[in-house]
Every structure is written in structure tokens, then in C-alpha cells.
């Protein structure tokens, strides 16, 4: 066993499926099938379900997870720290941002980052809020840039980004030519929701109960798990939403969307810079914390 084989064992966790993972450590799906046998006849029991041409992870197997990814963590932190040591700053920093930040801010922050550090490697994973703080209490990531508050024990959050959100609607819509509409108009329209645990939804919530007003309140025709699968849905004419601008920036320029502001809503929110109150950052990782800050000031 070596931290390679528990590092091919944990894509196959994470992708839920060999081929995946296959494509995702650059092996082929029997190289990748073979390691885990090696596992597995090294600890004596069954690591992966195979089902329905997924895999999942037996008892077992969950159990390895949580502490193959910790010793990954640990192996990167190390490296990354040998680096400091002889004045360099390199190695591999695992990163999360929820929806916004992950599609539409990081990857350009990263790639500024990337040049001013040659030797540095950043995987950034993306997810709703929910998820990307999971995976920071777990270690599976040293930092994330999400868009709400969380409670979550031994979470740490900074703000870092201003955002406003506002009403999306397709060209066309009867109110395209408007600059706002109230929560009233709002409520009365077929209106699309982000799924449960996504900080858009959260913002507007807490925004809107703070007005005696519940999401259920609002004329939901769908939820929606990802902002594209939104912003897809409201081009097609099946309701409005709210959302960032930042994700719509394109479709605004060219006028395939408006945005409207909501004039009794105050929908203003942050993203928020989050990490783990009881773990060492690596040099690594504040460096790259440095870089977002100077770079979003």
C-alpha cells in the first residue's frame, strides 16, 4: 500500500465510478481495478461496490476514505512545506468555491496565481455551499470561497467579495424594458429556485423573511441544481429567477437576458472566504489567500 494507490482509491470514492476515475488519474480502468484489489487484499476486506456500472463505497471503504484523505492532505501540506522551507513556494493546494465564485471567479484568480507561481498546482472542486464547507471540516480541502454563513463548528469566514443579486428575466418578458418591480410582482410570477443547501437561495430566504416572507410564498414552478441549469430554464421561458449578474454577464451583454432590481429588497450579499478554525495552512495556502486578497480589493 502507498499513498499513490489510497490517492486512485479515493477518485474512484469521489467520481463513483471506475472509468472516471480512470480518466481523471491518466491510468486505464484495469490499472485502476488493480490497484484496488492490491487494497483490498492488503486490509483483508471489500473497499468498492460495484453497482449499475457506478461503485460506491462499502463500510469499509468509507472508513479508508476518511483517513486516505487526510493522509493525502498531510502529504501535500508536507511538501508544500519542504518547498517554503528551501524558499519556494510550490506544491499541489486543494481549493472549493460554491457555484459563483467556483464557475465564474476563481478560475481567472487561479490562473493569475499559476503565473505568479510557476511551481504550484491548485485543484479547485465546485459545489453548493453546503458541500464546500463539508469538505473543508473534513479536510479534503484547505479553503473554499462560498456565499453564505454557516455555523458549522470550527469554520472560520472572512468577507471577501461584494455581490448584488437580481431579478433575471428572458428577453421579450413583459418586464424587459423595466429598471425594478416590487416583492409583491415577484411573488406572482413562475419563479425558479436553486436547490436546498445553495448560498443564492439562502441570501434571498433570509432576505425575504426579513419582509414576513417565505420561499414557499413565491409562485415556485422549479428547483434547479446548478445556476446554468437555471439560467437555461429562464431562457426557455419557464419562469424567472434571481441570480447573480456575474453569472449571467454574457447573456446580459448580448441581451438574451435583462436584470431588474427588486426595489423593496435589499439583495446585496458576500462571498466569503472559508477555512478551518483548527488547521495549519499550509505556506501554500496563504499565499493563495494573499493573492485573492490583493486581487479583489
Request: proline content about 3%; charged content about 25%; aromatic content about 6%.
Amino acid at each position: 500500500m502507498d499513498i499513490w494507490q489510497l490517492g486512485i482509491f479515493c477518485s474512484v470514492v469521489e467520481l463513483k465510478g471506475f472509468s472516471r476515475a480512470s480518466r481523471a488519474v491518466h491510468l486505464t480502468q484495469p490499472t485502476v481495478s488493480s490497484h484496488i484489489r492490491d487494497l483490498e487484499q492488503h486490509f483483508g476486506c471489500r473497499l468498492i461496490d460495484r453497482l449499475g456500472g457506478g461503485a460506491v463505497p462499502t463500510p469499509a471503504g468509507k472508513l479508508l476514505y476518511r483517513y486516505a484523505r487526510r493522509l493525502i492532505a498531510l502529504r501535500d501540506e508536507m511538501e508544500t512545506a519542504m518547498a517554503e522551507f528551501q524558499g519556494k513556494i510550490r506544491g499541489r493546494l486543494k481549493i472549493g468555491g460554491s457555484t459563483i465564485p467556483g464557475g465564474y471567479i476563481l478560475p481567472g484568480l487561479i490562473g493569475a496565481f499559476k503565473k505568479a507561481y510557476p511551481g504550484a498546482s491548485v485543484v479547485l472542486k465546485v459545489g453548493d455551499t453546503r458541500g464546500i464547507v463539508a469538505r473543508i471540516a473534513a479536510g479534503e480541502i484547505e479553503l473554499g470561497v462560498v456565499g453564505a454563513r454557516t455555523r458549522q463548528a470550527g469554520i472560520v469566514q472572512k468577507e471577501l467579495i461584494r455581490d448584488r443579486m437580481q431579478v433575471i428575466v428572458p428577453a421579450g418578458h413583459h418586464w424587459q424594458k423595466r429598471r425594478s418591480v416590487t416583492l409583491s410582482e415577484l411573488r406572482e410570477e413562475p419563479f425558479i429556485l436553486r436547490e436546498e443547501g445553495s448560498g443564492t437561495r439562502k441570501s434571498l430566504a433570509l432576505e425575504t423573511a426579513g419582509k414576513g416572507f417565505r420561499l414557499e410564498d413565491f409562485n415556485v414552478v422549479a428547483e434547479m441544481g446548478s445556476t446554468e441549469a437555471v439560467v437555461q430554464a429562464v431562457k426557455g421561458g419557464l419562469g424567472i429567477s434571481i441570480l447573480s449578474p456575474i453569472a449571467v454577464a454574457e447573456e446580459l451583454q448580448i441581451g438574451s437576458l435583462r436584470a431588474l432590481d427588486v426595489a423593496d429588497l435589499d439583495l446585496t450579499r458576500h462571498f466569503y472566504l472559508t477555512t478551518h478554525r483548527r488547521r495549519t495552512r499550509s505556506p501554500l495556502a496563504e499565499a493563495f489567500i494573499s493573492h485573492l486578497e490583493m486581487s479583489v480589493k
